[in-house]
């Protein structure tokens, strides 16, 4: 069974970075890339990029470039999304995802979410 | 970017009753796909390649749609159905999601 463990909620202050973690199970990691999705309180989803852990590459949507770096340990079957010079506008919550077995380009699982809450 | 926009924002049904919501896309895609999201939980796969269900999704609800106009049908609202629902699209990068339809039940 396919599962995406992720790390638990963090408050963070306005400036600072914070790094989530997201752990794999039940496949082979290096099979599948890792998408992160940001879904702010009350608000809908958006696709944040990707991490192929088989070589390490990135594709991040523009808009979040330069505020999420994502890296990946093969040892550990964990990808991370750290996110820099937090302000209110980043306190949401960040899913990890993967597409399905069958090719179909959607995301088939989810992990249960970090909140993060960025506040002085 | 391709922009999804859902309809209505919010809607009510009572049980047994019908209930259709809209997913437009700014430009034409070749599939939607759907997800269903309780309040406090991740979002769930519920429909793919615009009218495949899911395993385990009950088969009152179903997908419709091309080009730019697609849909989700309930054939007979039931309580456990309440949720907000998100289309999504990988026709083009980068994947965008719809901003949602909460179904609440009457």
């Known amino acids: 069974e396919v599962q995406l463990q992720q790390s638990g909620p963090e408050l963070v202050k306005p400036g600072a970075s914070v790094k989530m973690s997201c752990k794999a199970s039940?496949?082979?990691?290096?099979?599948?890339?890792m998408h992160w999705v940001k879904q702010k309180p009350g608000q809908g989803l958006e696709w944040i990029g990707y991490?192929?852990?088989?070589?390490?590459?990135?594709k991040y949507n523009e808009k979040f470039k330069g505020k999420a770096t994502l890296t990946s340990d093969k040892s550990s079957s964990t990808a991370y999304m750290e996110l820099s010079s937090l302000t209110s506008e980043d306190s949401a919550v960040y899913y990890c995802?993967?597409?399905?077995?069958?090719?179909?380009?959607?995301?088939?699982?989810w992990g249960q979410g970090t909140l993060v809450t960025v506040s002085a | 970017q391709i922009v999804l926009t859902q309809s209505p924002a919010i809607m009510s049904a009572s049980p047994g009753e019908k209930v259709t919501m809209t997913c437009s896309a700014s430009?034409?895609?070749?599939?939607m796909h759907w997800y269903q999201q309780k309040s406090g939980t991740s979002p769930k796969r519920w429909i793919y390649?615009?009218?495949k269900l899911a395993s385990g999704v009950p088969a009152r609800f179903s997908g419709s749609g091309s080009g730019t106009s697609y849909s989700l049908t309930i054939s007979s609202m039931e309580a456990e159905d309440a949720a907000t629902y998100y289309c999504?699209?990988?026709?083009?990068?980068?994947?965008?999601f719809g901003g949602g339809t909460k179904l609440e039940i009457k």
């Open positions: 995802a993967r597409l399905g077995n069958n090719g179909i380009a959607w995301f088939a699982y």
């Open positions: 039940g496949y082979t990691f290096t099979s599948y890339v």
């Open positions: 991490i192929n852990p088989y070589n390490d590459g990135t």
């Open positions: 430009s034409s895609v070749s599939y």
């Open positions: 390649d615009t009218s």
């Open positions: 999504q699209q990988w026709s083009s990068n980068p994947p965008t």
